[in-house]
């Protein structure tokens, strides 16, 4: 696989809208070993398309990539990605 050049994600903590409920943020600082994954994947939805592009993104990854647009990069060489789904976006041409 190719891969996508340039790629931007955060921790799911991050990248989640956590259903829209101030408890869930507070759980995500809990030790992951007090969740079972399939909770934790429930909890702290991430929301990408099929490719691994995130629907939405935290303020600052969304900085970082408008600078890249702005000095020459094509939506072609970067993405913010899912943390879930990177094995879709990671390959051979990944810096």
Do not use: H
Not at 4 to 10: K, Q, R, Y
């Amino acid at each position: 696989m190719r891969g996508i050049p340039i790629v931007l994600t955060a921790d799911i903590a991050l990248m989640s809208d956590y259903n829209d409920s101030s408890v869930f943020r507070f759980m995500s600082a809990l030790p992951y070993n007090y969740m079972p994954e399939w909770l934790a994947d429930r909890l702290f939805p991430t929301k990408s398309d099929d490719k691994g592009r995130m629907l939405t993104a935290q303020y600052g990854l969304c900085k970082v990539e408008a600078s890249l647009l702005e000095n020459g990069f094509t939506r072609d060489d970067l993405i913010i990605a899912d943390p879930r789904k990177l094995d879709k976006v990671i390959g051979r041409d990944t810096k």
